[in-house]
């Protein structure tokens, strides 16, 4: 039962990393996009760059990914090929090799810090040397021992102490 739920968290896990690997090459594809095909749209408008419509480019881009791409490749542009794959490369490394938020640091056990807080563990508490182990009855009279006034009698608990 414990390693059908471990196979499954891994699948979670490997299904979140591709879902995550997906949604960066669909968003740094569309930023190589946009800067492949800057260069030949400033050729283009050369004779009047301040005039040049800047934005319907861009919405064009993004409006039509795939088209632009397959124009791309058609013109065999170097700059579209070179970014494709560096986008490709930089994603599979950010999902695959990078770790994740949760490493040592998120269990206090591996290091200390103010206001951090476990519970112990009994190789800790249960020391040799330092702890003793008492019989219950022992341990009973010792309490009653320590509860003893003075005089050897019972105190009620509360003492009120003249000046």
Do not use: C
Not at 24 to 35: S, T
Not at 109 to 133: C, L, M, P
């Amino acid at each position: 039962m414990k390693v059908i739920i471990k196979e499954w968290i891994l699948l979670k896990v490997m299904g979140i990393r591709l879902l995550l690997m997906a949604f960066l090459l669909a968003l740094f594809e569309l930023i190589v996009i946009n800067i492949a095909g800057i260069l030949p749209f400033l050729a283009a408008h050369k004779a009047n760059i301040s005039g040049a419509p800047f934005m319907a480019f861009v919405t064009e881009n993004l409006m039509n990914p795939i088209g632009t791409s397959t124009n791309m490749i058609e013109k065999k542009n170097p700059l579209f090929f070179i970014g494709s794959a560096a986008v490709i490369v930089l994603a599979v490394f950010m999902v695959f090799f990078t770790k994740g938020g949760k490493g040592k640091y998120e269990l206090a056990d591996k290091y200390g810090v103010h206001g951090s807080s476990r519970f112990a563990q009994n190789h800790e508490i249960f020391t040799h040397g330092e702890t003793v182990e008492v019989p219950a009855k022992q341990l009973m009279q010792d309490l009653e021992t320590s509860m003893l006034d003075s005089k050897g009698e019972k105190g009620s608990g509360l003492r009120l102490y003249e000046k």
